[in-house]
């Protein structure tokens, strides 16, 4: 009886551990897709245009540089903004309703999206420059509660933001601001 | 009660013995074997022709490889970045490159693997940055 409540015990605690992968610097069957989303051309041999460009473009869209190195063409910039979803506030109403309020679900509170931008010469001689910008996020929680027990605000989610039309709107602005055209890979 | 005076004198000696802070030993920062073989495994010399295009291609192969860059210092030949696994969102891989000028036009890069904090030792996860580096070099290059 001991033996396979230790040997239980021992199973619960190797399945907690989370083992390393060791895929994280293996490219992705859909990283080209991404790439070509996050990626246009500029012919343009100014490289601190398109950078003072891109900064411009990123505070119309509501962010605040963090941070940027010139040599390398390279810039992160950040905002914060409610992330209340109605969809979200509907789903916990129901589900107070349904579980005759012992469940109060947390729902996603506040979020911060992050910009990072790589302009880097795309030719030999520096006639052509590849504008790169990914957006992510990090959405916190509200607090909740599970019968008496009370689950405390704060939680964490990251994610990489995928929607295309979100980088088509940055380029447009990029490109209106630089008086050039974007081209896709 | 004859035994009262030698309890507290143990009790004494005890709480000194516990004041007392142990000596680090002689070799406490000397490298280990384990050290130079995951110093080994997490560097590779390319030829090239300055620091900005390694930088560059490092930079461009993160980038591929879903990482966010979180910092980049051309001076100093320093890049960090970090990639949540998705699609639980809950693991995070964080990586720090460095980028030093060896003798006759090549380039050390040294790279280091953390994940959910704690250190990747595995030789094949390095294997395939390098693999992934050289080729984006190898790209640019033409």
Redesign the interface.
Known sequence: MFRSVLAACLMALAGCRVAQPTTFFQLAPEAPLHKAAQTRFFETKDSDELLSASAAALQDLGFHVEESVRGLGFLRAAKERSALESGQKIGRVFLIIISLAYVFQPIDLQQQISATIVARPANAAGTRHEVRVMFHRVVWKGDGTVEKNYIPPGEQRMEMIRDPLIYQQFFARLSKAVFLEAFTL | MRLFPFVVCITFAALAGACTVPKPSANLLAPTEAQTKLRSIQSRTFELTDR?VA??GI??VL????F???????ELGLVTAA????PN?L???EITVTVRPQDGGKFLVRVN?I??N?P?E?A???Q??FA?LERSLFVNRG
């Open positions: 900005l930088m560059r930079m461009g980038q591929d490889l879903g966010v860059i979180e910092r980049a210092n051309e990639k949540f696994a998705e969102f693991d995070v891989v693997a994940f959910n704690k990747v595995d094949e996860v390095y395939n940055f992934a």
